[in-house]
Every structure is written in structure tokens, then in C-alpha cells.
């Protein structure tokens, strides 16, 4: 690689990060006048939605909330009042929405971590460290439908995360009530704080109107944590007390596989996790013969990449906590993706301590070791990581991560009839990630090494980005460097031996009036280059977006796209043919996309990209999704997506389907049915998946399972399988 621009680049990113920023990175918090007093009971509150208890009478109430979206100027126009109080064991929240229109509530269903667009709503963000980068949310629909998730990088949420807390909605004529309870145990805070970041935010689709307590300017989330207000309490929170939890789980299963001619297989399980709070920042989970039984299953998309496909993970003990290992780098340089720990490979056990050690440094260890697989020689192999975060300026901080895999009582090579496995790999990094105290400058810069038998020389990764964002711009920049030799094995890194440059710029018009609530240009252009400096793909978006004040949108694309293909290549990903190494292609692709009003009881959407495609191929492709709703018990998505490829022989003319549905039935907050089918050409395979899950007592869960698939030409059964598990959450 030239190191002339790489090293261009990172000094523009120093310069720009010292110079610009240094006036703004450790600025006041924004909405720190906004407070709230909170104030000990010592009568009972009884969480059924009628807030008559004399605790609600003596709490004190939120001042009015300001209006978000359509426009941050004013005062919101439908009213809430949020009152809080807590005893020695649980913190309580009230939350009055009061309807400005008549007409029903809009929600989806009443499943859990709906989402937020399409649900009237309250959600609350708290910063029980006042760092404003991580923290808590939780919140219910207008049908009681809960939300919780663990807040990171100052404003996105994990909503993967669960626990222990209550709620109730109750509806009157003109407004509807949340009252829930979270115990202390639930939550991670600094002991003797008194003053945490909060903020409230509010969702009413019948006004179209998105509010917030704390005013946040309409460029941001109001989950942004540098705009929260502060919750003061009268005294120290309580300590949480002993908080040892533990969920064992027992199963059982049986499992056919029609393709080899097998017997049904029957199972039992027994297994079991463990949540002990080490402090009332810190928690160790443990893990013993863990099982993901119960977990949704990917999303198939019709696959024309020439590189691996990113499934997002979906396992509980990995995601709870996981942003501090799986978001370090980039979404394309992962040095961690815990997809390649124990899919097909049974877990033996893990370990994991994550939290905050104090205000200032967070810290997050793995340790992961997977059982032996006889039928393909794989060795029992560990995996461990450790991470640490040190808090510098008002948002930003400074990030260290450690990952090491390690194939255990192995020889590579000694038995030449077998396959061969890395001994091990290991791989350490360091980021700087830049968030200025009003968030509009968000940057990162990044340094990776990777340590294998065999590669030395070009095995590192160096990235950067800087980010601008204030009411109407949008203007940002990222580089990227992954040597050849760079090896993560439990990492997701699609390719490497590149030099990319991404910048990307787009502007906002506000209308004052009208249908259009704003629109405006975005134009986004990726550059990679080879380590000679050489071009090899450009890819260059022009968008025109236009975004209407009942939430519908609309935008058209123009694309070009060059590509130099370093290895050969099937357009059409089913082993016809290949295209040579070093051929060129060159094609343009026009497109529109429309997403309806989330206010309907039946919705659609839909995407359109037509042009030019690899070898002066054409390429069609249409996405429809539509959703119809029985409020709040039954919600049904049909998918559809259709590819027309037109290419020379050998391929020919080649048609994709992928088409399904899927049905959540919600009968009860508490007991979900959902079935998901999915037919898919590419692949001829058909899978059907269908989840019972009643969740008798808060967090713990009765499931029954049933898997399906089929070969569709000709259709047969290739295997199917049904799992009834329970696991129960008891607190010692």
C-alpha cells in the first residue's frame, strides 16, 4: 500500500479532531436545567394504572414536553405527565398521555420491543452515571405492549437486553396511563449519585407528533443521551442488596432428517445461566450447556454478493452487554462477530463480566470454550476477549480490545486425513471515538493487529471517520486500510488487501407548511482501491429523499457502479459459471422507494431498482412488503421480493422468488404465537418456523418450538423439528 494517502488522511482527522472540537468536547451538558425531583415514599404503590395512591399525589410533576418532529420550535400539542417515586426496593414511574384527537390508539400488537415508529408510545432514557453515552430504557404501546433495552454510544439501544420489572397501561376516555415498577436489582447505577440523566419521549401517530421532556433538536433520537435532563434524588439511590439470579432451563426435543434416511432423534437438556452483580455497576453472567433453541431465525435475502452476507446474532448470553465487544471497528471490520462462536458446535460454558468500574472506565471479559466435534475433527476451542473503555472529554472515549481463540491439546497437520485448523489467532486494536457535548461531531479513529502462525507482514487495519450533523447537513468522510494478511477468524472482515475513502454528504430543506414535511439530495460515493493504489470498485449513490408530515416517505436513486473482479465470480451465485478475474464492469441503476404511513391499519412499501448489471447484464429487482393489523391482538407481514436476471450464456435468464409471511398473534403482553414461512428460489428450500411463548412470571418463559423445511423442487421434506423448553428466573 501507499502510505502517502493513508497517512494524509489520518493527519486531516487529528487536525480536524483537535482543532474543530477541542471548544466543544468537554461543554456543559445542553439540557441540565431540566430537572425532576424524586422523592422516597413510605406508602405502598400498586402498579394497576389508577394513580390515586397518596405517593403519586406528593410526587412532582414534568412541565410540559416540547414537540420533537414535525418541527423542534414549539411546545408539543398533546400533553404528558410523568411523575416518579421510589421505596427501598423499586424505582416507579407514571407516565398520563392524554389523547389530543379522538379516535383508537395505533399500535402494532402487544409484543414485546415493538417498534418505535409504528406504536403510539412513551419510552423513557436514563443515564444512571451521567456520562451521556450508556444507560437504560424502558417503556410500553398504548395497548401495554414493554420495552427495555441497554443504551450505548450515547443514544442507540440493545433491545435484546431483559430483566426484571412490572407495567400496566390503562385506558381512559382522553388519555391512557403507563405505571410500572423496576426493582433496583434490575438496574446498574453509581453508588451515592444523586443526579442521573433522564429524559422522556413520546410517540402519538394520530397528531404525527414525536415529543420529548428534555427539548432535542429533530436532527437526533430522543434517545440521545446529551440532551437528557437530570432526575435529583432527595437521597442516594438504595443499594441493590445481594443480587444473585439464576435461571436454569430443561428441555426436550425430537428432530428428524429426511435427507439422510435418519430415525427421529429424541433429546433431553438441562442447562442454565447465572446473573451475579458484583457490584451495583459490574455483573458476571455464567453460562453452562447453554441452549438457542427458542431464538428467531435469520432473515433470508436473495444473496448476489461476491462476499460473505452479515446475519445479525440473535443469542442472548451474547447479545446482553454486547455492544462493548461486537461494536468496536466498523460494520465492515469486525475483530469480534460472535456468530462464529457455537453455531453448529455445542458451547460448553462461558463467562462474562461487563459493566462500569467507575464513572469513568467500563470493562467487558469473555470466555467461551466449545465442545469437541468428532465427525469433522474439530478440537475443543476457547475464545476470550477483553475490552476496556476509558471516558475522555463530555462523550468521548478511548477503547482497547483483546480477542484470542485458541483450538486446545491440538497439533495442526499431525493427522494428514483430516481437516487442518488454525491453532490459534489472536487479534488487539485501540479506537478513539469522538462524540462532541451537543453531537454534532461523531468521529472515530482505529489501529487493528492480527497475530497467526504463518502471516506476518501487512496483518493490521487502520480506519477513520469524522461526521457533521446539524439541522440541514449532513457532511461526513471515512477511510479504511485491511492489509492482506489482516486475520480475524472471530471477526467479520468480508474482504481484505483494500484502501477504501467514503464521503458522503447531504442537505435538508424544512418547509413551513405543506404535505412535505422536509426533503433534500444525499450523496454518498465508496471508493476501494487495491494495496498498489489501484481502483477496483465505485460505487456513487445520488438520493433525493422526501419525508411527509403523516411519516410517509418517499426517495429516487441513481447509481453507478464500476467493478474490477479480483477472483471469479457467478453473478448469479449458483455455481454455473464464473466471470474472470480482472474483467471490468461498468452499469448504471435508477430506483424509487416508498414507505406508507405508519397512522394505517393495513401498510406497504416498496423498493424498485432497474440497470445494468455485471458481463452487460440487466438486472430488476422489486421489494414489496405489506402489513395488516387487528389491534392490538394480531399483526400480519407478507415480504416479497422478485430479481430478474438478463445474462449472456451461460446463464441465460434467471428469476429469483422470495416470498413469505408472517403472523404475531399477541394474546396477552404476556403470551406471543408467532409463525414465519419462507420460500426461497435461490436456494429451493421452503422453512417454516413457529413460536409459542408464554412468559408466566417477568422473565421467565414456557416455549414450544416447531422447525420446518422442504425442498421445493421436487418438494420433500428435508428435516423437521419440535422443542418444548422452560426456564424459570429465581432470585436468591
Not at 439422510?260 to 458476571?284: F, P
Not at 472506565?361 to 466435534?373: A, E, F, K, P
Not at 430488476?620 to 430479481?643: C, E, H, K, M
Not at 421434506?717 to 423448553?725: E, S
Request: aromatic share 14%; glycine share 8%; with cysteine.
Amino acid at each position: 500500500m501507499n502510505p502517502k494517502p493513508a497517512a494524509a488522511f489520518r493527519f486531516v482527522l487529528l487536525f480536524l479532531f483537535a482543532v474543530l472540537h477541542g471548544v466543544s468536547l468537554s461543554a456543559q451538558k445542553k439540557n441540565a436545567g431540566f430537572e425532576l425531583r424524586i422523592q422516597k415514599t413510605v406508602n405502598p404503590v400498586h402498579i394497576d394504572g389508577n394513580l390515586d395512591e397518596p405517593a403519586w399525589q406528593a410526587a412532582q410533576k414534568t412541565g410540559p414536553f416540547y414537540m420533537v418532529l414535525p418541527m423542534d420550535t414549539s411546545y408539543a400539542r398533546v400533553k404528558t405527565i410523568v411523575r416518579m417515586t421510589y421505596d427501598d426496593h423499586a424505582l416507579y414511574l407514571a407516565a398520563e398521555c392524554f389523547e389530543a384527537m379522538q379516535g383508537p390508539y395505533m399500535v402494532e400488537s402487544m409484543h414485546r420491543d415493538w417498534s418505535f415508529q409504528k406504536n403510539d408510545n412513551f419510552i423513557f432514557f436514563m443515564d444512571p452515571f451521567e456520562d451521556q453515552t450508556s444507560g437504560f430504557t424502558f417503556g410500553a404501546n398504548a395497548a401495554g405492549g414493554q420495552w427495555d433495552g441497554l443504551m450505548y454510544e450515547g443514544g442507540k439501544v440493545d433491545l435484546s437486553w431483559d430483566n426484571k420489572w412490572r407495567s400496566i397501561v390503562r385506558n381512559y376516555k382522553d388519555r391512557w396511563v403507563l405505571e410500572l415498577a423496576i426493582p433496583f436489582s434490575t438496574l446498574r447505577y453509581k453508588k451515592g449519585l444523586t443526579r442521573w440523566g433522564i429524559n422522556f419521549s413520546r410517540n402519538d401517530l394520530k397528531t404525527t407528533e414525536k415529543s420529548a421532556w428534555a427539548p432535542v433538536p429533530r436532527q437526533f433520537p430522543t434517545a440521545s443521551l446529551a440532551y437528557t435532563g437530570v432526575l435529583v434524588w432527595d437521597a442516594p439511590p438504595p443499594p441493590p442488596g445481594p443480587n444473585v439470579s439464576i435461571i436454569p432451563y430443561v428441555l426436550g426435543s425430537a428432530a428428524k432428517d429426511y435427507t439422510n434416511g435418519q430415525r427421529v432423534v429424541y433429546k433431553t437438556e438441562a442447562g442454565g445461566d447465572a446473573k451475579i452483580a458484583v457490584t451495583s455497576s459490574l455483573n458476571l453472567d455464567l453460562t453452562v450447556n447453554p441452549d438457542f433453541s427458542q431464538v428467531d431465525v435469520d432473515k433470508q435475502v436473495i444473496d448476489l454478493s461476491r462476499y460473505e452476507l452479515f446475519y445479525p446474532e440473535r443469542r442472548q448470553f451474547f447479545l446482553e452487554n454486547g455492544d462493548h465487544f461486537t461494536n468496536f471497528s466498523y460494520p465492515s471490520i469486525r475483530p469480534f462477530f460472535s456468530r462464529r462462536i457455537g453455531l453448529g458446535v455445542p458451547i460448553e460454558f462461558g463467562a462474562r463480566l461487563s459493566g462500569k468500574l467507575d464513572q469513568n472506565w467500563r470493562i467487558g471479559v469473555m470466555d467461551v470454550q466449545t465442545g469437541r466435534v468428532d465427525s469433522i475433527a474439530l478440537p475443543v476451542q476457547n475464545f476470550s476477549v477483553i475490552a476496556l473503555q476509558r471516558k475522555i472529554f463530555a462523550r468521548s472515549n478511548i477503547g482497547f480490545i483483546f480477542i484470542n481463540k485458541q483450538s486446545l491439546h491440538y497439533q495442526p497437520g499431525k493427522d494428514t486425513t483430516q481437516p487442518v485448523y488454525t491453532q490459534y489467532n489472536r487479534n488487539m486494536g485501540v479506537e478513539f471515538n469522538l462524540a462532541s457535548s451537543n453531537n454534532a461531531w461523531t468521529g472515530k479513529e482505529l489501529f487493528l493487529k492480527s497475530f497467526s502462525p504463518g502471516k506476518r507482514g501487512d496483518d493490521y487495519v487502520q480506519a477513520g471517520n469524522l461526521q457533521y450533523t446539524d439541522r440541514h447537513w449532513i457532511i461526513g468522510g471515512e477511510y479504511e486500510y485491511t492489509g492482506s494478511n489482516y486475520n480475524a477468524e472471530v471477526g467479520y472482515v468480508p474482504r481484505q488487501g483494500y484502501f477504501k475513502v467514503n464521503p458522503a454528504v447531504s442537505y435538508l430543506f424544512l418547509p413551513g407548511s405543506g404535505p412535505v414535511l422536509s426533503h433534500g439530495p444525499q450523496f454518498n460515493s465508496t471508493l476501494y482501491y487495491n494495496e498498489s493504489f489501484n481502483i477496483t470498485d465505485n460505487e456513487t449513490v445520488l438520493t433525493y429523499l422526501a419525508t411527509f408530515r403523516n411519516k410517509a416517505t418517499l426517495d429516487v436513486v441513481l447509481m453507478n457502479d464500476y467493478v474490477r473482479l479480483l477472483a471469479p465470480f457467478d453473478p448469479t451465485n449458483t455455481g454455473i459459471d464464473s466471470l474472470a478475474t480482472g474483467s471490468r464492469h461498468l452499469y448504471n441503476t435508477i430506483g424509487a422507494d416508498f414507505v406508507s404511513k405508519p397512522q394505517s391499519i393495513f401498510t406497504y412499501d416498496f423498493s424498485l431498482r432497474v440497470g445494468g448489471y455485471y458481463d452487460n447484464g440487466h438486472k430488476l429487482t422489486i421489494v414489496n412488503d405489506v402489513g395488516f393489523r387487528v389491534q392490538p391482538y394480531v399483526s400480519i407481514a407478507w415480504s416479497t421480493t422478485y430479481t430478474n436476471l438478463a445474462l449472456p450464456r451461460p446463464w441465460g435468464n434467471t428469476t429469483f422468488w422470495l416470498i413469505g409471511p408472517r403472523i404475531d398473534i399477541t394474546m396477552t403482553n404476556a403470551l406471543f404465537f408467532t409463525t414465519y414461512i419462507q420460500y426461497n428460489q435461490q436456494i429451493n428450500n421452503m422453512n417454516i418456523n413457529s413460536r409459542l411463548q408464554w412468559r408466566y412470571k417477568p422473565a421467565s418463559d414456557l416455549f414450544l418450538v416447531y422447525t420446518d423445511n422442504y425442498v421445493t423442487t421436487p418438494f420433500s421434506a428435508k428435516n423437521r423439528g419440535i422443542v418444548l423448553k422452560f426456564n424459570y428466573w429465581w432470585n436468591l
